[in-house]
DNA sequence: TCTGATAATGAGAAAGATTATCATTTGCAA
DNA sequence: TTGCAAATGATAATCTTTCTCATTATCAGA
């Protein structure tokens, strides 16, 4: 275990402003989600929560990561291998992409404004107002070009 | 049963070319798959399979969908809702992108050069190299703006 | 602080998509 | 035409996620 009884971490706190009951449960949650940077699933989630809680089941993790993304606090990510997996919706981190590397699995996160643009501009010129970008590239590492000689 | 014993479809010529063994089966969905300019999921094309060949076992158009898009025949796409779907991989077709209507489901391609452009240079920039691109926008049809009066 | 209504939890069953198994059938090269 | 490797059909198994329901915990109000 670490970190027990201490003040509440932010997403806790985000959660009792939306007026979710703030379990105990949900403040192992919360804890863990605030303390990654990753990007991890749920049985990697119950994991860590698991460490901070034994008493904590698998079930109240999926519950809670599905009540945290319907309240905008989490989002949740496809990077295929067919589990979804989730990040914590940073109003500071801002929107950004992913980058997969094809051979290690590693994600790399990117933003560009840019492409946001464009994006918007292309969805809008089709007579549509863009709700959400789905988009993860899967990159492989370049061979770094050799001196010749 | 639609079209028996013609002459065999373009991705039956595709599947031979590859060496892949031309079963009736393969035969039978590489013609539904031609015939197809949608983005069917699995259940769907045995639908549409079952049609043409009513022995066909749904096992098989897992298998064959698999095989065919190992071999770049097919490819696979993930609009959300946990199924696969899939279209041709067609080189005249080029590559393209999806926006699915959030209200109706209903998916709308488009191809934009320039966004291929600058998804390939902020990967580069990055120190990769583009493998594969996996994207799509959710939008809402924007009201028609009323004339004031 | 205590109580009760209500919501959340834990354990396991169920659902839904996809893959694996294995006996039988089929394509196709010789 | 034969023989063999590969494909198929039927169904079991797997994997992720959701549901069920009896039990427990939260928290507003007394
Ligand atoms: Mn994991
Ligand atoms: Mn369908
Ligand atoms: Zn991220
Ligand atoms: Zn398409």
Chains 1, 2 share one sequence.
Not at 57 to 72: H, Q
Not at 81 to 108: N, Q, S
């Amino acid at each position: 275990m670490k970190e027990p009884n201490s003040p509440d971490s932010p997403l806790a706190d985000l959660c009792r402003q939306r007026g979710l009951k703030l379990t105990g449960q949900r403040r192992t949650i919360a804890f863990v989600l605030s303390d990654s940077d990753d990007h991890p699933d749920v049985e990697e989630l119950y994991r860590r929560a698991v460490e901070v809680d034994p008493r904590i089941s698998i079930a109240t993790v999926y519950r809670t990561v599905r009540l945290f993304e319907e309240n905008g606090i989490l989002q949740r990510r496809d990077f295929g291998g067919g589990r979804a997996r989730y990040e914590v919706a940073d109003g500071d981190h801002g929107d950004h992409y992913h980058l997969i590397d094809a051979d290690t699995g590693k994600v790399i996160e990117f933003e560009n404004a840019e492409l946001d643009a464009l994006l918007d501009g292309i969805v809008r010129q089709m007579g549509y107002d863009l709700v959400t970008t789905r988009l993860s590239v899967v990159g492989r590492r370049k061979a770094k070009p050799r001196s010749r000689g």
